[in-house]
């Protein structure tokens, strides 16, 4: 690998700064292009609220979709990092080569199933017959990009694990600004509405994907995508999709959180709380975007090191990381616990929908000053290669609290609307607790078993 990217002897700080900042940057302006359709369409008039829920709706499939991204591309970029940092280039090409081939062929997989049960699905997700032609229609436009979405966000990871932060967090600034572009044109100009804004994204992503294929194939890229590496190897992609299992299982889970959210709100109070909910969601996109930025920036620096065996480097660059993590979200629980209106005013301005979504915010938001603690440890895992640990503590807060919690609360408590979004806060700090415990028990003994392994017989490092 090239010395200029110095991941193995910049200060960390400094180092960190220079790929953490970039990704961060990327993670907002990701999140804004997530979001700004359902600005511009929760604006719509007479029509906006429910438009706007319709799109909370089809959310799920939408979040699934781009947590496909995360199997190939995460996993493959932690492991590349780990290639490089051993020195083996032409192991992290096949890696990226590969990961490819596995991005195109779950994109085309998705595309057919998604459109054939299109519907269906959509009325079990929480559509109802006021809100399903506007979930539909978005969706129908949507899924024909899928393998521009998939390419766009999965290969991203690439180069940003070779250092080139500024470059991936431009992929994502290039979508973005071609999305907030185009999307006043389609739905207003052509009054195409909810389709519009669909096709808008998809030709963003279509920008985003030729920018990300053009370095990874062009001069100044360390890993170049080769033909000879495009195939579905599985010496090559399981010890990825082992690593990458853990991110796709924290995203895609959203769908299902999604999903139940959506189904029990429309249950205890009907297409407002669904409305509702698709704000906070939206907001909390918003709110942990960051975090996968912060994490972006530390990886390639953790997983460098761990492989060519500088422990110390590693251990300074997950520091940062957790401080880092735990900063954003303790800022972003006070701003929403404190100024919850604002956020609410992005997306909607009827005075119900207000109200009722800043009941939904507080509530919702009540725990988030914890995730950082999550988000840090988990990503150190993923970082490291700790495929079993990062998969168990990705279904620990969605799969193991949060949906289960969803559907006990509102038969606890009388206020089942407020039971529903009680649930977040509480699986979020149980998930904090249970996350941070596992990982300060086994982070040492992870680097003291790599260190036997690097220097057999030499004296061993002194826990941190």
Known sequence: MEDKNNLGSAPVGRLMVKLAVPAVCAQL?????????????GHMADVGDLALT?????????????????????GGGSRAAIRMGEGDIDGAEAILGGCTALLLVMSLLSTVLFQVFRDPLLLLFGASGNTLPYASGYLSIYLWGTVSVLFSLGLNNFITTQGFAAFSMLTVVIGAVCNIILDPIFIFGFQMGVKGAALATILSQTVSALWVLSFLLGKRTQLRLRVRHLRLKPSVLLPVVAIGVS????????????ISFNSSLKLYGGDPYVGAMTIASSVMQVAVMPLHGLAQGAQPIIGFNYGAGNLERVRRAFRLLLISCLTLTVTMWALVELFPAPFIAI?????????????????????????????????TFVALGEAKVSLFLALLRKIILLIPLIFILP?????????????EPIADICAAITTGSIFFYRFPRILKRRDEVLHPGAPKEAAP
């Open 347 to 379: 997306f909607n301005d009827k005075p119900q929908l207000t109200e009722i979504a800043q009941r939904t915010l507080r509530v919702y938001f009540g725990g988030i000053f914890m995730f950082g603690v999550q988000s840090a440890c988990q990503q």
């Open 411 to 423: 038969h606890i408590l009388a206020d089942k609307v407020f039971a529903v979004w009680l649930a």
């Open 29 to 41: 302006i990701n999140a804004l292009y997530n979001i700004v359709d359902r600005m511009y369409i």
């Open 54 to 74: 319709g799109l909370g709706v089809a959310f799920p499939i939408i979040m699934f979709i781009s947590a496909l991204s995360a199997l190939a591309g995460m």
């Open 247 to 258: 991110p796709f299982i924290m995203q895609s889970t959203e769908s299902l959180v999604s």
